[in-house]
C-alpha cells in the first residue's frame, strides 16, 4: 500500500525559511509526478508548485521565486524549499504523487507564518 509521509513544517517568522519533505513507499512503480499542494483556512485548496519524473517544473505565481520543488527518483522523496516565507504562505501543505494514473495524498504539515 502507498503511504506518504510529510514532514518539515511548523512556526517561523515572516521572512524565514522552512524545508517540506514528502517520502513515498511502498509504490512498485515509478512516481510519475509530484506535487505540494496547501490549504488555508476558509480557502480551497491549491497547487503550489509540482515536478514530474522527466524535471517538468511549475509553480503557483506567487511563490515563483521563493519556494523550490526537487524530487529524488531513487529515494521516491520530493522536497519543497521554502524561502523568504510571508504570512500569507500559513497553510496546511499536502504532497501528492501520482503512480500511474492514480493520486495519493499524504495527511498535510502545518506551515504557519508570524508577521
Known amino acids: 500500500q502507498v503511504q506518504l509521509v510529510e514532514s518539515g513544517g511548523g512556526l517561523v517568522q515572516a521572512g524565514g525559511s522552512l524545508r517540506l519533505s514528502c517520502a513515498v513507499s511502498g509504490s512498485m512503480f515509478m512516481i510519475n509526478r509530484m506535487g505540494w499542494y496547501r490549504q488555508a483556512p476558509g480557502k480551497q485548496r491549491e497547487l503550489v508548485a509540482s515536478?514530474?519524473?522527466?524535471?517538468?517544473?511549475d509553480y503557483v505565481d506567487s511563490v515563483k521565486g521563493r519556494f523550490t520543488i526537487s524530487m529524488n527518483n531513487f529515494k521516491n522523496t520530493a522536497y519543497l524549499q521554502m524561502n523568504s516565507l510571508k504570512p500569507d504562505d500559513t497553510a496546511v501543505y499536502y504532497c501528492?504523487?501520482?503512480?500511474?494514473?492514480?493520486?495519493?495524498w499524504g495527511q498535510g504539515t502545518q506551515v504557519t507564518v508570524s508577521s
Open positions: 501528492k504523487v501520482t503512480i500511474i494514473v492514480t493520486d495519493y
Open positions: 515536478i514530474t519524473r522527466g524535471g517538468s517544473i
